[in-house]
């Protein structure tokens, strides 16, 4: 095997753990989401409030759908 298929590997196996992360923590991760965007609304005085709404909710969306279930342990 070549230095190539050996990062792939990596890579790959990488991906599977920050996808099983993702399902163990996705509370704390929304949790972290939306203080973020309350902070950022905050800083832009309001100002952009419809878009933070939204880049919010797809940024949880697009963690449901990486996040791996977890398994029963």
């Not at 753990?17 to 163990?24: D, F, M, R, Y």
């Not at 832009?44 to 977890?70: C, E, L, N, Q, W």
């Amino acid at each position: 095997m070549g230095l190539m298929d050996n990062l792939k590997g990596k890579a790959e196996e990488l991906k599977e753990k920050a996808s099983e992360l993702a399902g163990k923590h996705g509370d704390k991760i929304d949790s972290v989401v939306d203080k973020t965007g309350e902070a950022i609304d905050k800083a832009t005085k309001h100002k952009y409030s419809d878009k933070i709404v939204k880049g919010t909710s797809a940024t949880k969306h697009a963690r449901d759908d990486f996040a791996a279930k977890p398994k029963d342990d």
